[in-house]
């Protein structure tokens, strides 16, 4: 979830999937939303990371 000034403006729905094959986790994105206003800003991309981050 993505937040400015205390106003939700963006979800990541994703699933880490156990991949038996390497034993690494895969991340499946099912949504990316951000609303209208804050996109050009880097919101997608924020949420992206955030999650990429935890692997």
Excluded: C, Q
Aim: glycine share 6%; no cysteine; proline share 4%.
């Amino acid at each position: 979830m993505a937040e400015r000034e205390g106003v939700i403006v963006g979800i990541a729905v994703h699933y880490l999937i156990p991949w038996t094959y390497d034993l690494k986790p895969v991340v499946w994105l099912k949504e990316l939303y951000v609303t209208e206003a804050t996109r050009g800003m880097w919101s997608a991309m924020r949420l992206l990371n955030s999650f990429a981050n935890t692997l």
